[in-house]
């Protein structure tokens, strides 16, 4: 089983960054794909960012140009920086990770969610 834990949420003031991460844990060989979600009061959840295991990486267009999703394939983290924050980017951010387990068989899973809030 994999487990996913998010971390770096918080609130911050239109304009500044935050930084989050995401640590898969548990019987990995490796990840393919990782990515962000988030979701928005009253909203449907919406994706932000996807990395392969190429490391090409793909935006949605409201974030391109001040988010970066990066890898750290060693230790089966996800990372997503985001930079000149918008109030419309205030959600619940959810990553999620298709990989490869040791016993072989595919997997994908979600972290719990971490909250970011962009208000002044």
């Known amino acids: 089983q994999v487990q996913l834990v998010e971390s770096g949420g918080g609130l911050v003031q239109p304009g500044g960054s935050l930084g989050l991460s995401c640590a898969a844990s548990?019987?990995?060989?490796?990840?393919?794909?990782g990515s962000w979600y988030r979701q928005a009061p009253g909203k449907q959840r919406e994706l932000v960012a996807i990395?392969?295991?190429?490391?090409?990486?793909t935006y949605a267009d409201s974030v391109k140009g001040r988010f970066t999703v990066s890898r750290d394939n060693a230790n089966f983290k996800v990372y997503l920086q985001m930079n000149s924050l918008k109030p419309e980017d205030t959600a619940v951010y959810y990553c999620?990770?298709?990989?490869?387990?040791?016993?072989?068989?595919?997997?994908?899973?979600w972290g719990q969610g971490t909250q970011v809030t962009v208000s002044s």
């Open positions: 990395i392969s295991s190429g490391g090409r990486r």
């Open positions: 999620n990770v298709v990989g490869l387990g040791t016993n072989s068989l595919a997997f994908a899973s």
């Open positions: 548990g019987s990995i060989r490796s990840i393919t794909v």
